[in-house]
C-alpha cells in the first residue's frame, strides 16, 4: 500500500469516529473546518503554551554546564546564536503547514506530510525515521529525568537529615516505573488538541522550577561575592585533559540544541490553530517569537546565573546534581515541578507518535472493532487497540530507560543528531521549493549556507556527545541506575 493511499484509507476510518466527536452536530459546517475535521480551537496562546512546554524542559537545567564548558564568551553566544535558527527556520517550516495558498491550499497535518507534499521520495522516508526516532529518544530521556527528580527529593530530605556528608544512594528504577504507570494513563488522552490544559499546565512547572534554580544560583552567587567562571569555560589539568575538554565543549553545543529543540512537533501544533483569518502560519510565527524569546530569556539567566554560582564545577544537572542543598523544601518544590511538567511535555512530544502509528492502522483494518471501537470517559477515549499499544510504547521507553540512566550523555546525542535534519535542513529545502526561490540567488545561497553551516555543527556535537555516551558506558551496569 502506497502512503498516499493509505492516507485516503485514514480519511475514510476516521470520518465515523469524528461523527462521534461532535454528537448531533456532525451535518453542521459550522462545526467542520475546511477539510471537514471538527473545528480547530487553538490560538496564539495554545500554541505557545504547547512550544514552552516543549521547548523549556529538561534541558534547562543543563545549561550551567553547557556554558561552563564554552565559558562566559562562546557559552551565551552560541545560545543566542542557537535562538535565533530556531526561531528563523520554525518561520520557514509554518510557511509549509498548507501547500499552495496560505489560507486555503491543502493542509499538511504531520512533518511527514509537509516533506512529502513538498519534497517527496527518499526524504519522506529519511524524515519519518529520524522525527519519530528522535522523539522517541525524547521520551525515553524525559523518563530518566523525571526519575532523577523524584530521587533528589529523596535525598534532599536524607541530605538534610543525615548531613551533607552521608552517600545518601538509591535507585531510580522504581521512579521510572511510577512515571511510567503515569504515563500509560495520560497516553489514553486521543490527540493533540485535547492535552492543551496539560501543556498549560506543564507550561507553568516549567517557569515554576526554572525561576527556583535561577533565585537558587543568584543567591548563591551573592553567598560567593561575585561571579565564578572564566571566559573560556572549563581549565584543562586537575583531572580533565584537552581532549575531554574539546569533547565537552562540542557536547555542550548538543546540550543547548535539544534545549530549543521543537521543530519535530511544530507541524502537528499548527494543526490545531483555528482556521483563517489569520493565517495558522501567521499565528504560528507569532507563537514561534513569543516562545522563543521567553525561553531564551530564562535560558540566559538560568545557565549564566548556574555557572556563575559553580563556574567550573557546574553539575549537569542544576537541581539534581546537588550543587545546593538548602533550602531543601525548595529544592523539594522545584523537583517537583519539573515531574509534573515531565508528565505534560511527554505527552506532546509522544501525541505525534502515537497519531502516525494509528492512522497506519486504521488504513490497514479501517473495518476492525478492535482498533476503531471506543469508549469516551471525560477526556479519555478508550479502545483496546489504543490502550494495548500506547502502553506497550509507554513500556518499551520506560525499560529502555532503566537501561540508559545517564542524562547530560542522552541530551546532548539527541540534540545533536536531530538539530540539522528537524530543525534546519528540511524546513530550508521546502521553503525554498514552495516559494520557489531561484537558484543561484542570494537567499537561495544564504539558505544553503545556514543549512552546511548548522550541519558541521550537528556533526561535530554528535562526535562529542558520543565519545561522553562511551565513556559512560564503560563503567555503568545495566538496571543499577
Known sequence: MTMAAAQNGVKQAAAPMEVSLEAGNAGDADWRDDDGRPRRTGTVWTASSHIITAVIGSGVLSLAWAIAQLGWVAGPTAMLLFAFVTYYTATLLAECYRTGDPETGKRNYTYMDAVRSNLGGAKVTFCGVIQYANLVGIAIGYTIASAISMRAVRRAGCF???????????????????????????????????????????????????????????????????????????????????????????????????????????????????????????VMSKAARLSVATTTIFYMLCGCMGYAAFGDAAPDNLLTGFGFYEPFWLLDVANVAIVIHLVGAYQVFCQPIFAFVERRANAAWPNSAFIAKELRVGPFSLSVFRLTWRSAFVCLTTVVAMLLPFFGNVVGLLGAVSFWPLTVYFPVEMYIKQRKVPRGSTKWICLKTLSVACLVVSIAAAAGSIADVIDALKVYRPFSG
Not at 574539546?246 to 499548527?270: C, K, M, P, V
Request: proline share 5%; aromatic share 12%; with cysteine.
Open 160 to 282: 538534610h537529615a543525615e548531613g551533607h556528608g552521608v552517600p545518601c544512594k538509591s535507585s531510580s528504577n522504581p521512579y521510572m516505573i511510577l512515571f511510567g504507570a503515569v504515563q500509560i494513563l495520560f497516553s489514553q488522552i486521543p490527540d493533540f488538541d485535547q492535552i492543551w490544559w496539560l501543556s498549560i499546565v506543564a507550561a507553568v512547572m516549567s517557569f515554576t522550577y526554572s525561576s527556583i534554580g535561577l533565585s537558587l544560583g543568584i543567591a548563591q552567587t551573592i553567598s560567593n561575592g561575585g561571579f565564578k567562571g572564566s571566559l573560556t569555560g572549563l581549565s584543562i589539568g586537575a583531572g580533565v585533559t584537552s581532549t575531554q575538554k574539546i569533547w565537552r565543549s562540542l557536547q555542550a553545543f548538543g546540550d543547548i540544541a535539544f534545549a530549543y529543540s521543537f521543530a519535530n512537533i511544530l507541524i502537528e501544533i499548527q494543526d490545531t490553530i483555528k482556521a483563517p483569518p489569520p493565517s495558522e502560519a501567521k
